[in-house]
């Protein structure tokens, strides 16, 4: 069974930071690439961070650029997402999935799998 599960998020003051996790199961970790999204209260969801095929470099959205870092771990069949400098804008649940960058009007990540964990929460107070 497939699975993509997040943790990490929680509660914090504004500038502060938190590292989510998206363990993964039941395909090839390393033959997909693992972005990030995130979906505020009365907002679509929309891309954080995802794989660039044009350059092999991780895409990251201008909101998040310079704050969020993206990293995994193949024999965890993890993927991270540290954010640093964290907004009260940031608050919204995070989720994971298959993505790649993709341009309709702009850049944006486009999941390659509409297969949804149930995210983690990240609050962060101002």
């Known amino acids: 069974e497939v699975q993509l599960v997040e943790s990490g998020g929680g509660s914090v003051q504004a500038g502060g930071s938190l590292r989510l996790s998206c363990t993964t199961s039941g395909f090839t970790f390393a033959d997909y690439h693992i972005g990030w999204f995130r979906q505020a209260p009365g907002k679509e969801r929309e891309g954080v961070s995802c794989f660039s095929t044009s350059d092999s470099t991780t895409y990251y959205a201008d909101f998040v650029k310079g704050r969020f870092t993206v990293s995994r771990d193949n024999a965890k069949n993890t993927v991270y997402l540290q954010m640093n400098s964290l907004e009260p804008e940031d608050s919204a649940v995070y989720y994971c999935?298959?993505?790649?960058?993709?341009?309709?009007?702009?850049?944006?990540?486009?999941?390659?799998?509409?297969?949804w964990g149930k995210g983690t929460r990240v609050t962060v107070s101002s």
């Open positions: 999935a298959p993505a790649l960058k993709s341009f309709y009007g702009g850049y944006y990540c486009r999941p390659t799998w509409n297969r």
